[in-house]
C-alpha cells in the first residue's frame, strides 16, 4: 500500500499463530533450526495452547540434538492434542534416543493405533 505522505510501500505482516508457524516450517526447510525455534516460540506466545506449535518446536529442537527439551515439547503438544500419531512417533523415537527404549516402543505402538484407527 502507498503512502502519500513519502511515498513509500508499507508491508502489513500478520503476526497470528499460523504465519510463525510458516516461517518456522521454512526455516526447518533451509537447516536454520535455531531461528525455526524462535518463530515457533511467537507462535506459541500468540497461541499457548497450539499443538502444532509445540510439535514443530519439538521436532526443531530435536534436529539441534536438545532432545530433552524436545521431549518437554512433545509432552506438552500431547497435552493439546492427544490424537496426534505423528507426535507420539516422534516422542517414541526421541525417548529410545534418551535410553529408555520400553517408554519410546509403548509411544510408537500408540502411534500406529491411532494412525490406524485401531486403538
Not at 10 to 34: A, C, K, L, P, W
Not at 50 to 60: D, T
Amino acid at each position: 500500500m502507498q503512502t502519500p505522505e513519502n511515498n513509500r510501500t508499507v508491508v502489513q505482516v500478520s503476526h497470528d499463530v499460523e504465519t510463525f508457524i510458516r516461517y518456522g516450517d521454512e526455516n526447518m526447510f533451509q537447516g536454520q533450526f535455531e531461528q525455526a525455534v524462535q518463530n515457533y516460540d511467537k507462535a506459541i506466545r500468540s497461541q499457548s495452547d497450539s499443538a502444532k506449535a509445540w510439535h514443530s518446536k519439538a521436532n526443531a529442537l530435536e534436529a539441534l540434538g536438545m532432545y530433552e527439551d524436545a521431549l518437554k515439547c512433545y509432552n506438552t503438544a500431547l497435552e493439546c492434542d492427544d490424537g496426534d500419531a505423528e507426535c507420539w512417533f516422534n516422542k517414541g523415537v526421541i525417548l529410545e534416543k534418551l535410553g529408555k527404549a520400553k517408554d519410546g516402543k509403548a509411544c510408537i505402538e500408540n502411534a500406529v493405533n491411532i494412525a490406524t484407527g485401531s486403538g
